[in-house]
């Protein structure tokens, strides 16, 4: 697999690393990444082995399969259309991106026309295995999120003590934290939807980890998953789980014998 990445940051540096450094996708390589500044994609380049792009139509035009999105959900807005369009194969780690259904849709109608997929890991969570069996005959009745993280994790969380930031649906909660709570999306996506999904994100100065709680009932019974996530090093926004997740979705697509 010939792999172009969007953004350079914790997510894409953690995956240039795994994939052109360390070997883990044997057979796959990036082959060019394109950021914000043409300067850092080239510094990017020589440090992992790879090809800067000075804009994404130059990275389109190369030789690739498939783009990976690990920059923001105003990038996926821009240019996810377009990257279909090119008849590339898309994963994306901004999912808040998706959250109105409007675009979810024009983005499913490219895949269908173009023949192309989108590819979207379960990030710092878990449990969409669960949600996705439970309607595909069945029925949810309530899906929730419950996410903790310390202050230096959320914009405008106070330093010294507990206190609820947020509560309500996942249309709001990532109209708000479009940087935190990407999470809940990908939820709405597999359950109920963004207005129905329910969402808590609670700031705590006691905790050192981005910890999610999910719990759902249907006609399948009750689920109930904390996840306990240790922050990438350089961004505590953001958990270690989620890049991870990256490079598992691309081992999938390689795999023949698919699981879940
Ligand atoms: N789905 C999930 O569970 C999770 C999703 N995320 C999301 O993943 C994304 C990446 O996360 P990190 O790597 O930790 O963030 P980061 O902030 O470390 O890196 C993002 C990079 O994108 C670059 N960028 C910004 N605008 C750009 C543009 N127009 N074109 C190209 N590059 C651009 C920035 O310069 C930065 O280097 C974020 O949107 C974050 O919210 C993060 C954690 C969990
Ligand atoms: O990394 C996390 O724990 C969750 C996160 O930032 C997001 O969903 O946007």
Known sequence: MKIGLIGCGNIGKFVLQSVNINGLLPGSRIEGVYSRHYDHAN??????????????SDLLQSDIDLVIEAA??????DYAPVILESG?????IS????AELAFYEQLRQLCQDKKT???????AIGGLDVLKAAMSVGQLDSVSITTRKPPQALPGAPLD?????????????IALFPQNI????????VGLGADKTNVKIISDPG???NSHCIEAAGSFGRLKLQVENDPMPNNPKTSFLAALSVLSTLKSRNEFIQVG
């Not at 003590?161 to 909660?173: N, V």
Request: no cysteine; proline share 2%.
């Open 161 to 173: 003590s507990e206190s609820i930031l947020f509560e309500g649906s996942a249309s709001k909660a």
């Open 72 to 77: 923001n959900i105003y990038v996926v807005k």
């Open 88 to 92: 590339k194969d898309l994963l994306i």
């Open 182 to 189: 990407n999470v809940s999306i990908i939820l709405s996506l």
């Open 117 to 123: 997929k989108i590819y979207l890991p379960s990030g």
């Open 207 to 209: 905790v050192a980890k």
């Open 43 to 56: 510094q990017i380049a020589s440090e992992f082995v790879t090809n800067a792009y000075s804009s994404v």
């Open 95 to 98: 999912v808040g991106a998706l």
